[in-house]
């Protein structure tokens, strides 16, 4: 595996006479799957001794009774007593949260069955603006894994309540379509500015309608009547906010595709399966599943999608079942199922080989009947990519002194201070009330009481944002000793730089090794800098393999766990400490943003009067 892999794939209106040949045995195949158990999602059953015949990256032939044609060039697999599965779809996720970069991303998903991803790539978008959509989909050229590259239509997330590195218009959104860059709609997370009817989330919805491409939604209320009939009337049709059986029935029953998340931090899909386990002769042509937000650990070990398959399976999902959540009905969801999502003759010839189907144990891997992965690895050698300078120079801050981390008491000696109560795995943070001790006019963190400071510093280029900004607060449920901190340019969506910890100093500390090594995430223990993951693509992505930057997030954890943390995945659970579109109380560069059920977000002050 010496040589560089450049994928190509031809067009189906260019070799229906061949497919059609081969298909009546005058034209040798150039793969043939032989007696094989096919597991049908078209029907939802398994068929068995089948055989499945391939040409130009297509599907000619699926059945047990023709003769194909071979010849010297034709590949011939022998699948007596397994199974044929059609390739996976994750249908929203997001590469960057697995901190490697997309080149690397595809080859860590491809050997544990993933042949098509919907990446929303509004992180690095967040950074950079349009010009990170056009890198995302320049990048994936050549790379043997569809992409569909999802339009981030929310950027900043929230408006008026934080400061991105860009702002994205709807003349962006329909650039990008008219351009090729995108192919669907990223999840539209201003929920409430589109039930309320916000001219500016609606003149860039209007931006996807008009282009004809799949809308994807983010709703995270629970009012399934008026607030969720109204966000489905203005034209989303998939959702991956839904956290339990009633979420998944109700977008169902509405026609919205729910997509049940099961990532590293947001573990929704056990609860949400129940549409199906409580409710076997439902009908659930509507029910996905898909990964959302995963690290790169949980790719590289623990098999990003493939992950959430067997954990279905093992929730009493049949394994046919669990297999179309992952593929037909996410087609169908993409409007893609005349291409792929299924073995069937003109669909792309996306195949896994499957020795144990209940343990999802995957043998080969076909892409465009291209063998890409054997036995876990990748059998071909994708090029790196050569990022231009820009994408790898993403801080822009001078350093900052501990003096920086003070937070006044104001006039009070006995404040009432509003506080992030952090869950650990749970992305949304209540709000509490509690009452501090000033302490010579400042507040001050107390790891005895389990409260650590938290702010988010503004450190994109000055053209697109508020330069110097930033929001203070404190946080609780993380459980870190005196004289520790975390830092990190990932902080979802705004992407500025987050720093937790208990002592000032230790907080510049942390954040200046993300300023001097252009991002990543840092820890320092008992006042000594620990560890540095640096991720320079943005201050979000490395550019090593999926192995070794799992490595390196098995090193983070041990770091973050020597400051007293007892929780795992805290570096995930903290990413999202920064997205206000999610309810309860976040942190951006402006201050607290507090969002309660039925009401619209609002900036709301550290001291409550």
Known sequence: MNDFYIHHREKLSDVTRDLTAVAMGTKAADLLIKNGNLVNVNVGYIQENVDVAVSHGFIAYVGSNAKILTDEHTRVVDASGRYIVPGFIDGHMHIESSMIDPRNFACGVLPNGVTTICPDNHEITNVFGLRAVKLFHDVMQGVPIKCFLAMPVCVPALPGMEDAGAMITADDVSRAYDKGWAQLQGEQMNFVGMINGDPFVHEINKATLDAGVVATGHYPSFDYEQRLNA??????????????????????????????????????????????????????????????????????????????????????????????YVTINVAQMLEKARWIGSISPAKAADILIVSDLPGMVIDEVYSDGVLVAENGKMTVNVPPYDYPDWALHSVHLDKLSADFFK???????????????????????????????????????????????????????????????????????????????????????????????????????????????????????????????????????????????????????????????????????????????????????????????????????????
């Open 231 to 324: 966000f489905i009337a203005s034209g989303q049709n998939a959702c991956h906010e839904l956290t339990d059986k009633a979420g998944a029935i109700r977008r169902a029953e509405l026609g919205m595709y729910a997509q049940m998340r099961y990532g590293t931090a947001g573990y929704d899909m056990p609860n949400a399966i129940k549409a199906y386990t409580e409710n076997p002769g439902i009908d659930d042509r509507f029910f996905c599943m898909v990964t959302d937000d995963v690290d790169s650990a949980t790719v590289y070990n623990d098999g990003q999608l493939l992950r959430v398959v067997r954990t279905a399976i093992k929730q009493g999902v049949p394994p046919v079942k669990a297999i179309q």
């Open 407 to 609: 937070i006044s008491a104001g006039d009070s000696e006995n404040p009432k201070v509003r506080i992030m109560d952090c869950i650990p795995n749970e992305l949304i943070i209540p709000e509490k009330i509690i009452e501090m001790k000033a302490v010579d006019g400042e507040l001050k963190a107390d790891p005895e009481q389990d409260l650590a400071k938290i702010f988010d510093i503004y450190r994109h280029l000055p053209d697109y944002g508020v330069t110097k900004s930033h929001g203070v607060g404190f946080i609780r449920g993380i459980g870190m000793r005196a004289n520790c901190a975390y830092a990190s340019t990932v902080g979802h969506d705004s992407h500025n730089l987050m720093v937790v910890g208990t002592s000032d100093e230790a907080m510049a500390m942390a954040a200046n090794a993300l300023i001097e090594c252009e991002g990543g995430i840092s820890i320092v223990v008992d006042g000594k800098l620990a560890y540095v993951m640096e991720l320079p693509l943005a201050g979000l992505m490395c550019l090593e393999s999926a192995e070794v930057a799992a490595a390196r997030v098995i090193k983070l954890e041990q770091a973050i766990a020597a400051t007293g943390c007892p929780h795992s995945k805290m570096e995930m659970t903290l990413s999202f400490a920064a997205l206000p579109v999610l309810q309860e109380l976040h942190i951006s560069n402006r201050g607290y943003v507090l969002l309660k059920e039925g009401k619209a977000p609002e900036l709301v002050p550290l001291i409550v009067e």
